[in-house]
């Protein structure tokens, strides 16, 4: 079992490994890897809307579609899947900083070095071995030109300073905010990793349905 095996394996599933660290005993997860997953772009979303979770027309879809796939990754490669829902609450943020493929990006939402802003994280698998991880990556704030993220919000919702909840739900409430509604978030899209991720309006659609019910 390595690195590029196990990415293989999940790579089958329209998923891919978004970030790894070695565990220990200290952060109660034992000697081993923590693999965080996120969608493998592109196909992620029309694979997932081919499948039973999808079509049965019964609650929260992506979670139970998610749970299912990866539990059954788990077994296939002797891991434990852990997921960002539910109970038990895993520090899912924490662990994408901890990851080296992860930050805090200028409007303090995570960034991640191929999605961007659009990055999510399906679940994680804990493999009980130490694998050879590959080098981290640069975080790409800092050679990005311009910052657009900054600018991209329609009213200021995400300035770099906090988050301004109640102003992004009243947007999202007028016919302007359509165009988020439909499209995916405005400083989301604006991050130039984000437009190179080639994830689907669909399913940023998706999200921000969830987000706005």
């Known amino acids: 079992m390595t ?16 970030g790894a660290f070695h565990t220990d005993a200290s952060d109660g997860l034992g000697d081993g890897t923590l693999l965080l997953v996120g969608p493998y772009e592109p196909g992620f979303w029309a694979a997932f809307t081919r499948a039973g979770e999808w079509q049965d027309g019964t609650p929260d879809p992506m979670d139970r579609w998610s749970k299912r796939v990866l539990n059954t990754a788990a077994r296939d490669l002797g891991a434990e ?64 030109s311009g910052t657009p993220c900054l600018t991209a919000c329609p009213v200021g919702a995400l300035p770099g300073s906090g988050y301004d909840l109640a102003a992004c739900h009243a947007y999202l409430d007028t016919d302007p905010g359509a165009e ?34």
């Open 81 to 144: 899947a852990l997921f960002p829902f539910g109970e038990p609450i895993h520090p899912f943020f924490s662990w994408a900083l901890r990851s080296g493929r992860a930050w805090s990006s200028p409007v303090l939402l995570l960034v991640h070095d191929v999605a961007g802003l659009m990055g999510s994280y399906r679940g994680a698998l804990l493999v009980p071995k130490r694998l050879s991880l590959p080098a981290a990556p640069a975080k790409p704030c800092e050679t990005c």
């Open 180 to 213: 988020c509604m439909e499209n995916g978030c405005a400083v989301r899209r604006a991050c130039p990793l984000s437009q190179s991720y080639r994830r689907l309006a669909a399913q940023s659609a998706y999200h921000m349905g969830q987000f706005h019910s």
């Open 3 to 18: 690195f590029d095996g196990i990415a293989s394996r999940l790579q089958a599933d329209h998923l891919d490994i978004f």
